[in-house]
């Protein structure tokens, strides 16, 4: 295991370049690819912790932007003005609420890198996937501004027919991507979805 780590190039790239994780990358793919993070925006970031998207959400929307950040792990304190985190499962989240109390109205862009914790039984982890998923709509729901877009994690599972055809109901495109930092074993993808209904 360590050998492989030691072998892989994003694991290096981003302790040479101080993120704190390699999935600060996938972001940087994504981003290169769909443009779809401003100067000046609002973005919310579910499943935040350790940081590394938030660094690079950072970067993105600037000194006039905010970027929110909820996981149910307390993420290491980063030193941004522009950069919010909470500590919370995304499942008790009041996000209208959250929100209000930190003067925000809406987020241009919701990104979701949440991995649930899986059991390895199919059938559980199946519907813990789906439980999420629907907490995580929820939240893009009441926080994601008309016309916003979503960045989700997805992994092939049963459920992930189903993930796409709601997807495909809530917003006006849908692309799926795997970014080259996503480790080709993994049958990790994201979907893409700009242009909330
Ligand atoms: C792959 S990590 C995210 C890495 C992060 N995007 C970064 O770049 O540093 C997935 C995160 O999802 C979080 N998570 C899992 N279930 C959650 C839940 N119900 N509510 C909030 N966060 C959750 C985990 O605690 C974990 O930190």
Redesign the pocket.
Known sequence: MARFVLKDPFYKKAKDEG???R??Y??KDIDAKFHLVKKGHVVL????????????LSDMVGEAGVVVG????P?PALPRKNVKTVT????D?DIVKLFGDLGLESADTV?C?????LSGIREVDDARIEE?FH?VLDIVAGALKPGGNFII?SFSTTVQKKVAALLQQKFSKVSQYKPAASRAVSSEIFFICTGKK
Do not use: E, H, Y
Not at 45 to 56: E, I, Y
């Open positions: 993120f704190r994780a999935s600060a996938k972001l970031d579910l499943g935040c912790s350790p940081g590394s998207f938030l660094q690079v909820i996981d149910i792990l993420t919370a499962d995304i499942r989240v990104t890198d949440i991995a649930p914790n999420l907490s994690k």
